[in-house]
């Protein structure tokens, strides 16, 4: 964890190049879908985002559940970063579902079961942040929050599920990343660099927010400091 | 001796809403009122009414839900009671699954009066689907009343409640939602679906977040 604090600059430049060789090697490199043509190059994106979200939210839990077992405020930081982060991420998520859904559905917005779980996620973990928000108290709020992060991941396999139910058992995934036969052994490698890319950035942003939240703290304490002696 | 706490805190709430009533009566008749509400809101079209009475059921439930989550807390705010009964409980699970029992009982209380009232105001005949109108009114309400009982005791303290409650509370409860209303849907309207894989969903989420209130209430409230 004090790793990705340290190292930003590293992550950073590492993330940097990695996403200018996969914008190349999704852009350029891999060939058109036979369907959808040049449209289906946004999943490069589209994919990566969503798992960083999707990896966000795991995060806020382990941290969550770290934070309830140690009792050290610094698992706190951590899950209260990957929360924004996961906002962040799943809510470019259902923006870029949704822009390649107009061209290819037709409509800007459908009921797809992935988009739905996304969306219902997203308003999850926007609760997360707001009840950080309006907490006062630093300690009880870490425990709070730990409380909301745990509970809203243990619904995310549900959420999935009962979308899914919801438009009907037999429909299959709407798309199936990496068992997906029809995808070219090109479209693959710049989906899986583009994985790795976002994993990158992922772990950079996250160490800035870290940082940043160190020194939130640090202003906090002073500010309680100064407030006790006036 | 966890079961006698339960017992007890689950008693103390059933006693003071009955006694006082004045809870209950208010949240019954909200309930009815939203009923009321979305039928204007849809028209007087017979069939489209029947169709969309599930649903209406529902958000009907889950908005006088909230108000009783938001509710069993609010009663103990007073006078220091729940500094007393964080005391006086060995165990803090007892009280969590003593105040979600409590609540699933005042919902089920509305709920007696709502379903007869949605048949007469939609026309529905209950007859052949009562004992899945049965089964999902009780899962989905426990599934509720799970999560509701252990936010609430989340943003009792806090500032702007009322707001954050809802907010929290909605999102987690979407797939409970989706099984009551598809499982009441059956009952209402016929056909099978897939009635099976929607009852066993709320079970699945019934198991899982009575069992995290469980673990988790302990940190939700108090030190």
């Known amino acids: 964890m004090e790793w990705i604090e340290r190292r930003g600059q590293v992550l950073g430049t590492a993330a940097l190049g990695l996403l200018m060789v996969g914008g190349y090697l999704g852009l350029v490199w891999a060939p058109p879908d036979v369907n959808q043509h040049d449209v289906m190059r946004i999943m490069y994106l589209h994919v990566p985002i969503a798992w960083d979200g999707e990896l966000a939210f795991g995060v806020v839990f382990v941290a969550s559940i ?9 698992w706190d930081r951590l899950a209260a970063a990957a929360a924004e982060l996961g906002v962040l991420f799943t809510a470019l998520t259902v923006a870029l579902g949704s822009i390649w859904a107009r061209p290819v559905w037709g409509v800007w917005w459908t009921w797809d079961p992935k988009l739905t779980a996304t969306a219902v996620l997203f308003i999850i973990y926007v609760g997360y942040l707001m009840l950080r928000l309006v907490a006062e108290d630093p300690v009880r709020r870490a425990r709070q929050a730990a409380v909301v992060g745990i509970v809203g991941f243990l619904d995310v396999p549900l959420i999935h599920l009962s979308s899914q139910l919801w438009r009907g058992l037999h429909q299959g995934a709407t798309f199936r990343v990496l068992q997906d036969p029809t995808l070219d052994d090109r479209m693959q490698v710049a989906l899986i660099v583009n994985l790795v890319a976002f994993t990158v950035l992922f772990a950079f942003f996250l160490g800035q927010r870290l940082s940043l939240g160190r020194l939130e703290q640090r202003r906090d304490e002073i500010l309680w400091e100064e407030a006790q002696r006036v | 001796m966890w079961a006698d706490q339960v017992w007890a805190v689950l008693r103390k709430d059933v006693l003071l809403e009955a006694r006082s009533r004045a809870n209950v009566n208010a949240i019954v008749f909200f309930a009815g009122l939203v009923l009321l509400v979305f039928s204007f809101a849809l028209g007087p079209n017979r069939a489209h009414l029947q169709t969309a009475a599930a649903g209406i059921l529902w958000l009907a439930l889950i908005f006088s839900g909230v108000l009783a989550f938001g509710r069993i807390y609010q009663i103990e705010a007073e006078n220091g009671a729940f500094e007393g009964l964080l005391l006086v409980a060995q165990n803090r699970s007892a009280i969590y699954l003593g105040k979600m029992l409590g609540a699933t009982v005042v919902m089920l209380l509305v709920e007696i009066v709502l379903v007869p009232l949605m048949a007469v105001l939609y026309d529905l005949d209950l007859s052949g689907g009562m004992p899945i109108l049965l089964l999902a009114c009780l899962l989905g309400t426990i599934g509720f009343a799970a999560v509701g009982a252990l936010y609430g005791a989340l943003t009792m303290s806090l500032r702007a409640r009322e ?4 907010l929290l509370l909605l999102p ?8 009551a209303v598809k499982a009441t849907g059956v009952a209402l309207n016929g056909g099978h679906g897939d009635l099976a894989v929607w009852i066993e969903l709320l079970v699945a989420f019934d198991i899982v977040f009575v069992t995290a209130g469980l673990l988790t209430f302990e940190y939700a409230v108090g030190e």
């Open chain 1, 66 to 74: 770290m934070y309830l077992w140690k009792r050290d405020l610094k």
């Open chain 2, 163 to 166: 707001v954050l409650l809802p």
């Open chain 2, 172 to 179: 987690v409860t979407v797939p409970i939602l989706l099984g």
